[in-house]
């Protein structure tokens, strides 16, 4: 399997960013990782394993991206305002700088997006407010709104709530949308959910699903047995939905 490791700085970020790349050709795949993974958690976890015979047939080819939860929502030592700034600034990256490297890279014309945990919001959030730009969602055992507490699980924005903070949230700004272009666009987007059905954010995928019906946006949610947030639910799912 084609392996490449890329590395630069980017001005947006104002700091070295890492990404690998697998395979040769075919669509391509941008992956998000967990809130504690890296670039290279996809491979670490077997999950890259688990697409091997689809890269190596040039069906796919994967992009194993930083998530930067550490410097966004997961950095306590920021104000909320200031964490979705940076989330803000991860998105610039990815669209200015990750998507015209994978263009440069691959001329296919199919372009999927993935993550799980955490990766599966950033992943939703992107698409979402991006759908022009990819034709596919593979969202695994998310958490659509970064607000709600459940569990050990809470407001990652301690309280604080702006707009930023609602274009963000698929869970927050799905419901009220009326631009028919990005509804027509997610109506011809080929959107894949997986949760398990003891998740403590069943309810909120649920939810999800149910808005995205409301919209008349065609999707698949998927539940699984358990809790099915963990790598090896993870590598078969892959297997299955990529």
Not at 146 to 166: A, K, R
Request: proline share 4%.
């Amino acid at each position: 399997m084609n392996r490449e490791y890329h590395r630069w700085y980017s001005p947006r970020l104002h700091r070295d960013m890492e990404l690998l790349i697998f395979g040769h050709s075919g669509a391509k795949v941008l992956m998000f990782p967990t809130r504690d993974g890296r670039f290279w958690e996809y491979e670490h976890r077997g999950i890259v394993a688990s697409l091997e015979e689809k890269v190596n047939a040039g069906h796919l080819q994967l992009y194993c991206i930083e998530g930067l939860a550490q410097e966004t929502f997961y950095d306590g030592r920021r104000h909320p305002a200031d964490r979705i700034r940076r989330h803000a600034a991860f998105e610039a990256y990815i669209l200015n700088e990750v998507l015209p490297l994978m263009a440069q890279k691959n001329p296919h014309g199919s372009t999927i997006v993935h993550g799980c945990s955490l990766g599966a919001f950033q992943a939703a959030s992107l698409v979402f407010r991006h759908p022009h730009l990819f034709d596919k969602l593979v969202a695994f055992s998310g958490r659509y709104d970064l607000t709600m507490q459940i569990e050990s699980f809470g407001n990652l924005f301690d309280g604080y709530y702006d707009d930023e903070i609602f274009f963000s949230t698929p869970s927050h700004f799905l419901p009220g949308l009326n631009a028919q272009w990005q509804i027509d666009r997610l109506r011809e987007t080929d959107i894949i959910l997986t949760i398990g059905r003891e998740d403590p954010f069943l309810e909120n995928n649920l939810a999800l699903s149910r808005n995205l019906s409301e919209k008349g946006i065609g999707h698949q949610l998927h539940l699984w047995d358990g809790r099915a947030h963990r790598a090896s639910a993870w590598r078969e799912m892959a297997t299955l939905y990529i």
